[in-house]
């Protein structure tokens, strides 16, 4: 993990650290069962194939959902607030995939107290299977004294 | 905004558009353990998890994972009384039902944050659905894509999350 990053340290194009990660069958049922996520197309595999018409058992979308966030917290560092997240599924991620988190700024803009505003697009492919598009919109410092986890009711705005 | 829904529906699904339902409250404790687990799944390291001074310094204690939000929702697979299976998002697996479209995935999820949730915290969640699509045909079967959206609040009526998805229901080709 990085240490906390500042705004100014940011501009539209960079690109974070790509990661990659090898899923295997205990990684979906792990992730699964982290998400309390008991549907069985997420551990069983005759169902599945069987029942979905799926090539094995896939990842759940709550988990993805946790994988983006350490991504962009790996690089925003523990100050890094992530106010807004939205993915669009687009295919399956399976055992045998190779998971790979590309990540780029789209935007950037000063806010309030001290902490500005991100937006990064994010695309988790497999090979060449393109599986979920992200886009997540995180708080992070101006300076080494802001914090985005103070911002609190009108003053946090996503 | 929601797109508009399909003239086919059956009346019943039509009278649930815009309707809140299902407000339900977590049925087991928050707490660092399941943040734990989920940190492990996905191999994250962050500190402001992992390290009580950093939680103390940064967010005055700690807090779980914000995109473990709909995890604290999701009803345990039994549970004394329980005859059936519980479901989370009900409405989702309701649509499924009274559509007749046994096979479902998620297309697109929204999440916007609000205030962080904290172990020992009480959450309340309402469902609402906005719009649900005519007849499609996709890779994986003839279906119809749902809109539908989920409020979290805690305790003191802290907005801490509001969630929303993209269903497909199908069936199978």
Partial sequence: ?158 | MASKSADDLPEEVQSWIEQERYTEKTEFPIEMGYVMTTLSATQNGNPLYWDAKVAEELTGGPITLPTMVSVWFRPHDWSPGRTEPAVPLQLHFDLKEKLGLPEAVMSDNTIVFGEPIRPGDELTTTQILYSVSGLKTTKLGTGRFWDFGVRIVNQKGELCAEERYTGFGYNRD
């Fill in chain 1, 1 to 158: 993990m990085s240490a906390d990053i500042l705004l100014g340290d940011v501009s539209v194009g960079t690109e974070l650290p790509v990661l990659e990660k090898l899923v295997k069958p205990v990684t979906v049922v792990l992730g699964a069962m982290a998400s309390r996520d008991w549907r069985p197309q997420h551990h069983d595999y005759k169902f599945a194939t069987g029942n979905n018409g799926l090539d094995d058992i896939i990842m759940n979308t709550p988990n993805l959902a946790a994988w983006f966030e350490r991504y962009v917290t790996d690089w925003t560092g523990p100050k890094g607030r992530i106010g807004r997240i939205k993915f669009r599924m687009k295919d399956s991620v399976y055992p045998g995939d190779t998971m790979q988190f590309a990540g780029k700024v789209t935007g950037v803009e000063a806010g309030a107290g001290g902490v500005g505003w991100v937006d990064v697009a994010i695309e988790l492919s497999a090979g060449d299977k393109s599986c979920v598009g992200c886009e997540a919109r995180v708080a992070i410092p101006e300076s080494a004294e802001a914090n985005p986890w103070s911002l609190k009711g009108d003053a946090w705005k996503p």
